[in-house]
C-alpha cells in the first residue's frame, strides 16, 4: 500500500518562508504526478501545485509565483516551497499521488496532512 507523510508543518509569520516535504513509500516517484493540496478551515480542498515525472509542473492561481514544487526521485521525497505567506495561506497541507493535475479527485494516494497557521 502506497504511504505518503507530510513533514515541515508549524506556525510561520506573513511575508516568512516555509519548506514542506513529503516521503513516499511504496509507491514509484520516477512515474505519474505528485501534487500539494491545502484546506483551510471550513473551505474545500483545494489544488496547490503538481509536479509529473518529466518535471513539468502546474499551479493554481492562487500560489503562482510564491511556492515553487519540486520531487527527488532518489529521495522519493516531494517538496513544496513557499515564500512570501500570507495569512490566507493558513491551512492543512497534503500531498497525493498516483495522479494528475491540481484536482484533488484525480488522486488517489494521499498523506495524513501537516498543518501550517500563518500569524499576521
Known amino acids: 500500500q502506497v504511504q505518503l507523510a507530510e513533514s515541515g508543518g508549524g506556525s510561520v509569520q506573513t511575508g516568512g518562508s516555509l519548506r514542506l516535504a513529503c516521503a513516499g513509500s511504496?509507491?514509484?516517484?520516477?512515474?505519474?504526478?505528485m501534487a500539494w493540496f491545502r484546506q483551510a478551515p471550513g473551505k474545500e480542498r483545494e489544488g496547490g501545485a503538481s509536479?509529473?515525472?518529466?518535471?513539468?509542473?502546474t499551479y493554481a492561481d492562487s500560489v503562482k509565483g510564491r511556492f515553487t514544487v519540486s520531487r527527488d526521485n532518489a529521495k522519493k521525497t516531494l517538496y513544496l516551497q513557499r515564500n512570501t505567506l500570507k495569512p490566507e495561506d493558513t491551512a492543512m497541507y497534503y500531498c497525493a499521488a498516483g495522479g494528475w493535475g491540481i484536482l484533488p479527485r484525480f488522486y488517489p494516494y494521499w498523506g495524513q496532512g501537516t498543518q501550517v497557521p500563518i500569524s499576521s
Open positions: 509536479i509529473c515525472s518529466a518535471g513539468f509542473t
Open positions: 511504496r509507491y514509484s516517484h520516477s512515474s505519474g504526478c
